[in-house]
């Protein structure tokens, strides 16, 4: 086990130092006499991140933790797939081949323990190949896996309780693949808890990733939610690996040595506030913009932010520059957290037929008058076929050109067509042949229509199953969560709602009328958002988010005025598929701690996922078509940012 570093033992020197933040002085890794601080890295943001970021942390981080997160609803669906056709798959194999396999030793002897939800659809098999791959290399780790996500067992049940898609409505569908619940840090802190080096779960929320280290560290109590919050916060802002020290940020250009980019440490105090830095000598950003960013990453309400464990309250949350460590630390506090809700949220999957994607290069004049017209050939041609053959025409089809900015809607620019394209074609249909037909006939238009097409990517597209999301929530008593350590498996108690929690939440209305509490200037000044602020997008199956923060305290009424929840719904309009309205697509909420806005798209993603057939079924793009909204007829609002 690691030990966990009191004041001046064994520090680096640069550690040692007094770090000084606007509210002060603080001792990063000496908050105090007698006070210990707990190191947590986070090595991966998703199935398929870098293989440099662990042996950074493990080399270079002087971490007690080494946390990776590899799931996400698509990975789900596809690790559901994978074991359908391998029983002993199923889970992220790149965690054992990639991730510690080749550090095993070193992560023994310096007693750095390891936490991931790499185990997927199947912890058991992931646990077992680690045994295996450390058996080879000659190293005694005690491997635990977390169980009692899969809750498959119970489907029958469900299907009779007639329980409804949570967002949608929907009914429970027959054909269900998957169902896991989204655990959260108890079994964690249970397994280190009884000295697992290595723990391995199944579906469980990122941020438990991190909170589970730090209950078993500090002893948290289940019923200090404002300590869980702050904890959930820490794992929150490293999941995503990178993002959070540089990765994806708005001023991309500002960002060095994006191929040695520092992966994020968090270290945490006994009360809840904490540094969050990377490892020395590696490139990246560590600001209060780039940490920010990640705070509004993927989040809906930042008041009522829920987990199994708490509801989370960030709307306050500050981030701070370290003094003399601007561009590699930040300090961050001020979560608050309010008791967890009596249920769990349990994603499922359903097979509803088939996709196929496929991707054409044009070239030459009028390549996107050639890329249109060759689509709708090759789609005229192949419903012929279907025709002849009896066949349903598709389900749902998409047909866009990239390089004609056809994603950005009524809001393209373009006034030049190019000299080169791509034509995008995905189609879904509930027959896997009649894909098939369509898989064929792309190739043929490369000497049968318009000239310059010079090949699909990737070949000949492949036709695949379609596993959609179904979301709803399970009452936690219904869940049995055990934790295994060798031959002993205990099952881990889920601590009961203490109250019930009756948070009023700002609503627009609320937001409207705080306009009048700062005089809005008007001028002869325009402003492209990105001048004004920071953003990134993330996806919640069909929903997505986009969180804004503000360059400047003094941009923030300005924003509030103009950056409207209507006024983003009239802006990204062309994501949109159903007719609800403008109030009920876009809900905006404030985070004044840290000057920004979050902003939650409902139903803009086409089915999100798997399920959609856009080039970002994500919605990473979001928040980049957003930054080119513009704030007019405003004064000079740089004079207000100097003065």
Known sequence: MASLRKAGTGLPLYLQRIWITRRGIRHFGQTAANERTVRIGCASG??????????????????????????????????????????????????VQVGIGPYLKVIKQKGIR??????????????????????????????????????????????????????????????????????????????????????????????ALALGPLLHSFKWSYSDYDLLAAGSLAGHLIECGAQSTGGIFTDWESVPDWHNIGFPIVDCSPDGSFVLTKSPGTGGLVTSGTVAEQLVYEIGDPKRYILPDVICDFSGVTVEPVKGKETEAVFVSGAKGLPPTDSYKISATYADGYRLTAVCLVFGGRAVDKARKTADAIITRVRGIFKTLGLEDFSKLLVNVIGAEDSFGQQKTLTKMPRECTVWIAAHHKEKRALEILAREIAPAGTGMAPGLSGIVGGRPKVSPVLKLFSFLQPKDKIKISVSLGDRTEEVEVSPVQQQNQQT??????????????????????????????ARSGDK???????????????????????????????????????????????????????????????????????????????????????????????????????
């Open 46 to 95: 998703f199935w398929g991140d870098t293989a440099v970021s662990a042996p950074q942390l493990i080399h270079k981080g002087n971490i007690d933790f080494l946390v990776s997160d590899y799931l996400s609803e698509i990975t789900m669906s596809l690790l559901s797939a994978a074991k359908q056709k391998i029983p002993t798959m199923g889970y992220a194999p790149d965690f």
């Open 114 to 207: 390891v936490v991931s939800n790499a185990g997927g659809i199947n912890p058991q098999s992931c646990a077992d190949a680690i045994r295996e791959t450390s058996k080879k290399n000659g190293v005694d780790l005690k491997v635990a896996i977390v169980t009692g996500d899969d809750i498959m067992n119970q489907k029958v049940e469900l299907e009779k309780s007639g329980v409804s898609d949570m967002f949608s409505g929907m009914k429970f569908p027959p054909n269900v693949t998957s169902m896991t619940a989204y655990l959260g840090a108890s079994a964690i802190k249970h397994a280190l808890d009884l000295g697992a080096d290595v723990v391995v779960t199944g579906r469980c929320t990122d941020s």
């Open 541 to 643: 199956g069909n929903h997505c988010n986009i969180g804004v923060i503000a360059r400047h305290p003094s941009f923030v009424p300005y924003l509030r005025h103009h950056l409207t929840s209507s006024a983003v719904e009239k802006y990204m309009s062309h994501v949109f598929e159903d007719d609800r309205s403008a109030s009920e697509r876009v809900v905006r909420y404030e985070l004044p701690g840290i000057n920004g806005f979050n902003f939650v798209l409902h139903n803009s993603l086409g089915g999100g996922g798997i399920a959609s057939l856009r080039c970002d079924p994500q919605g990473k793009a979001f928040a980049q078509m957003l930054l080119d909204f513009r704030i007019e007829n405003v004064p000079d609002l740089m004079k207000l940012k100097i003065s």
């Open 505 to 534: 939440r700002l609503n627009e209305e609320e937001e409207v009328r705080r306009e009048d509490e700062v005089k809005i200037e008007k001028g002869s000044h325009s402003f492209r958002l990105e001048e004004l602020a920071f």
